[in-house]
T-cell receptor
């Protein structure tokens, strides 16, 4: 199967700081999504981004499929950004889905 | 709409017992997904349905697991017999379309299953 590695595994930020989360994958993918799980366990879809760049408010994501990585940018972080960020990919030709182990973000006031 | 509804929110059972988890998707959503989250294995997609038909169940761990969607407003995930390693949080999600279209998935609050 495909390996999905996220870095860093843990990140502590002061409110207002910017951050970049990375997702590397070991094989070609059909699509890639970013999810956020808040400290209470609720999961939210952030981006569907198999390639290119998208922005949604303070969050943006870029996927460079040819180089097998995706980046999630968080600008002017807020305490509500805390939680775990997962990337997930669908492997080409296999219709299999794989999640990374996540980046745990803690934004301090 | 109330969002995706899952029941029960917590389930504690003994090894060997049958467990049934329930999900009501958002009305009008054609896709329904079942996920499992554990500390050891992280998040996994177990199975997903399109218009009540199972499309891909390759994530279902073994024959003890089965999922059904008898109609557009209800799905079940059954484990029989349950084992301690099945302890996890099980999430249900629904969306207007599938993974490859970029449609947002809406997740339920999850069912925390503990098998003693």
């Amino acid at each position: 199967g495909i390996q999905v590695e996220q870095s860093p595994p843990d990140l502590i930020l002061q409110e207002g700081a910017n951050s970049t989360l990375r997702c590397n994958f070991s094989d070609s993918v059909n699509n890639l999504q970013w999810f956020h799980q808040n400290p209470w366990g609720q999961l939210i879809n952030l981006f569907y981004i198999p390639s290119g760049t998208k922005q949604n408010g303070r969050l943006s994501a870029t996927t460079v499929a040819t180089e097998r990585y995706s980046l999630l940018y968080i600008s002017s972080s807020q305490t509500t950004d805390s939680g775990v960020y997962f990337c997930a990919v669908e492997q080409v030709d296999f219709n299999k889905f794989y999640f990374g182990s996540g980046t745990k973000l803690n934004v301090k006031p | 709409d109330a969002g995706v509804i899952q029941s029960p929110r917590h389930e504690v059972t003994e090894m060997g017992q049958e467990v049934t988890l329930r999900c009501k998707p958002i009305s009008g959503h054609d896709y329904l997904f079942w996920y499992r989250q554990t500390m050891m294995r992280g998040l996994e997609l177990l199975i997903y349905f399109n218009n009540n038909v199972p499309i891909d169940d390759s994530g279902m761990p073994e024959d003890r697991f089965s999922a059904k969607m008898p109609n557009a407003s209800f799905s079940t995930l059954k484990i029989q017999p349950s084992e301690p390693r099945d302890s996890a949080v099980y999430f249900c999600a629904s969306s207007l379309a599938g993974w490859t279209t970029g449609q947002e998935q809406f997740f339920g609050p999850g069912t925390r299953l503990t098998v003693l």
